[in-house]
């Protein structure tokens, strides 16, 4: 969440970089200024009572010692009045501060000044694009009829065994997921990652230090009984690793990758953009998380960039990125990347990674910090991207790949797949 001192340096930039979110944050940040201004009031009070109560207790013993008793019991009374006080004071004070952080929980993180202006993703802006286009013909199949056609994917066995979103790997398919992953998290290691194997099930401080919490659009798998979380992605487990934690500086950065399955009820998807592959409620990915010093954060999603790009050009994929505009960002973003692929039999691009600073805006929540050569704690930067998310690669992978013969297998997976065609 943004910080009070953010808010109270300069609201009218906060308010006006909240509009590029599409957020009206008038309100609410005057209203946080407002209460701050009476939480220092009140602490002020509850300072004072307790230097009074202090200064007090002192005296009664002087007082009882020197046999003036009276002036004890009437110091007596005046410590039973002022406790009274202090208690209304202090449940105020409690008061006050969860109404400040209940308003900062609501409001966005500001966007950089990069972001650009916009409301739908039709105000994106294409940054770069490279890979080679497929050359198929008109009557090339769709993912679908190829993973049917070839047994790799069936999706109706996922419904008869849990519903529509959750489809069932098989044979050469279930090898080419595995194949993936495992080439995503070597690529990670040989860039410095560090791989965490963290739970799929998160608490509730997890879902709020991350911003996944509170869940506006109910997107969290719930269980109820235990007031877990099902993860949306890698992102939440391995970012709270750092939650209330203060990190020597000279261990900066912290870069960790994390394989996970990843849950997402994805409330209200529907039609012809939705099939098969192309949007799940449960899929495999690989994560990569930094936690950075501010000063080298934006130098570390260039970092993080280059490394998808990489990713996606040793696969043979055409891709672009592109800059989110203000209205088609996260909540708790400050900047965000998307990856895209080219998907040639169903002729669109499709979403396989995005790519996030968040400045100071999880780390805030999370209380994670470094301590500086002064021996003064600063919050860190978090990053995080998806290098990559399974689904949508593997739709583009079958689609362009496919030929009279079979599906061609990328050269890089061929050692993990034992297989170089599909057929």
């Given at each position: 969440m943004l910080t009070l001192q953010q808010i109270k340096e300069n609201p009218t930039l906060i308010i006006e970089r909240l509009a590029v979110k599409h957020f009206d944050g008038k309100e609410p940040i005057e209203r946080v200024i407002a209460l701050d201004e009476r939480r220092r009031q009140l602490q002020l009070k509850?300072?004072?009572?307790?230097?009074?109560?202090k200064?007090?207790?002192?005296?009664?013993?002087?007082?009882?010692?020197?046999?003036?008793?009276?002036?004890?019991?009437?110091?007596?009374?005046?410590?039973?009045?002022l406790k009274d006080q202090q208690k209304t004071v202090a449940e105020e004070l409690d008061k006050t501060e969860k109404q400040i952080t209940e308003i900062l929980l609501s409001v966005p993180n500001i966007p950089c000044a990069l972001v650009p202006q916009g409301r739908t993703a039709e105000d994106n802006v294409v940054e770069k694009t490279g890979g080679p286009m497929p050359d198929l013909p008109d009557d090339a199949l769709p993912h679908w009829d190829l993973a049917k056609k070839y047994n790799?994917?069936?999706f109706d066995l996922g419904v008869k065994i849990t519903g529509a979103g959750f489809p069932v790997y098989i044979g050469k398919g279930a090898k080419l997921q595995r194949a993936l992953i495992q080439f995503f998290l070597d690529e990670a290691s040989k860039a410095g990652y560090l791989e965490i194997q963290p739970p799929y099930v998160v608490n509730e401080a997890s879902g709020y230090g991350t911003g996944q919490l509170p869940d506006k659009e109910g997107q969290m798998y719930h269980c109820n009984l235990d007031n877990l979380y099902l993860i949306p992605t890698a992102e939440v487990p391995v970012t709270n690793i750092y939650r209330d934690v203060i990190i020597p500086e000279d261990r900066l950065p912290m870069k960790?990758?994390?394989?996970?399955?990843?849950?997402?009820?994805?409330?209200?998807?529907?039609?012809?953009?939705?099939?098969?592959?192309?949007r799940l409620h449960q899929f495999d990915k690989v994560e990569i998380v930094r936690i950075e010093k501010p000063e080298n954060s934006y130098?570390?999603?260039?970092?993080?960039?280059?490394?998808v790009q990489g990713l996606l050009e040793k696969l043979g994929l055409p891709w672009h990125i592109l800059r989110l505009c203000g209205g088609d960002m996260s909540f708790t973003s400050a900047i965000t990347f998307d990856f895209e692929v080219f998907s040639a039999a169903?002729?669109?691009?499709?979403?396989?990674?995005?790519?996030?600073?968040?400045?100071?805006?999880?780390?805030?929540?999370?209380?994670?910090?470094?301590?500086?050569?002064?021996?003064?704690?600063?919050?860190?930067?978090?990053?995080?991207?998806?290098?990559?998310?399974?689904?949508?690669i593997v739709a583009a992978l079958l689609e362009n790949n496919q030929t009279p013969d079979g599906i061609i297998v990328p050269e890089c997976l061929r050692k993990y797949t034992g297989f170089d065609i599909i057929d």
């Open positions: 509850n300072d004072n009572a307790a230097a009074e109560l200064k007090l207790a002192a005296s009664i013993g002087a007082l009882m010692k020197s046999g003036d008793k009276d002036s004890a019991e009437q110091a007596k009374a005046t410590v039973a009045t790799l994917i069936d960790n990758c994390a394989y996970s399955a990843c849950f997402r009820r994805e409330a209200g998807s529907y039609g012809k953009d939705v099939r098969g592959l192309n130098a570390a999603l260039e970092e993080m960039k280059d490394h169903q002729k669109r691009w499709l979403e396989v990674s995005s790519v996030s600073n968040f400045e100071t805006y999880q780390a805030n929540r999370l209380k994670c910090r470094y301590r500086a050569e002064d021996k003064k704690t600063r919050l860190c930067h978090t990053l995080n991207g998806s290098a990559l998310a399974l689904p949508r």
